[in-house]
């Protein structure tokens, strides 16, 4: 199956899926490309050095071409801040799935993304934090729940600590969630 992902940043969930699916655990993969909404962001280095296609597209109109360029029947979000177009979210319904940082409904939408989820999750004496991942429609963090697993909050954590701990988790959920979507065992024929 030919996915595409998109990225923003450094890339740590793209490169949990390059090396899964070079590593056998991730067989009926195929990343077609990755997109960034950012010049430079290490991601495209990373999907580079994999030999991976790789665009920046900054206006939505861009990604909706470079997607329907790149043949990808499932989109990743990965570490990617910016809002799907309505029109990129119609194209591919129920084909587009997200990794939060948090156990959604907690701590998502606007104005949660990066070190802000955790040191919310902290100042809020959490003793419990996750990973999600979900599909994407219209909304930020809305989408059904396609997977989730917790990670303790520790005594002293500090923000950059948790983020550490789920982001570990995050790596390994997100695989586990396109294969799920994938064997459509998550209603990947709807
Ligand atoms: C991380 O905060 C992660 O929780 C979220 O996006 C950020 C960057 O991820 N999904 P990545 O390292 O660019 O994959």
Redesign the pocket.
């Known amino acids: 199956t030919k996915v595409a992902v998109l990225?923003?940043?450094?890339?740590?969930?793209?490169?949990?899926l390059i090396d899964k699916t070079a590593g056998g655990e991730l067989p009926q993969v195929e990343i077609a490309k990755v997109i960034s909404s950012k010049d430079g962001?290490?991601?495209l280095e990373r999907a580079e050095k994999a030999g991976i296609a790789t665009a920046v597209a900054k206006e939505q109109a861009e990604v909706l071409d470079e997607l329907k360029k790149s043949g990808a029947e499932i989109i990743v979000?990965?570490?990617?801040?910016r809002v799907l177009s309505p029109e990129i979210i119609e194209n591919y319904r129920n084909r587009i799935i997200?990794?939060?940082?948090s156990l959604i409904p907690k701590y998502c939408g606007k104005g949660f993304?990066?070190?802000r989820?955790h040191k919310a999750v902290i100042e809020a004496g959490e003793k419990e934090s996750g990973?999600t991942v979900h599909y994407v429609d219209e909304g930020v963090d809305t989408g059904e729940i396609i997977i989730q697993k917790k990670v303790p909050v520790m005594k002293g954590d500090t923000p950059e600590d948790l983020?550490a701990r789920?982001?570990e988790t995050?790596?390994k959920i997100l695989a586990e969630g396109l294969k799920l979507v994938i064997d459509g065992l998550k209603g990947g024929k709807k």
């Open positions: 990225v923003s940043g450094g890339g740590t969930n793209l490169q949990a962001a290490f991601a979000l990965a570490g990617y801040m997200n990794i939060h940082p993304y990066g070190i989820v990973a983020a789920v982001l995050e790596h």
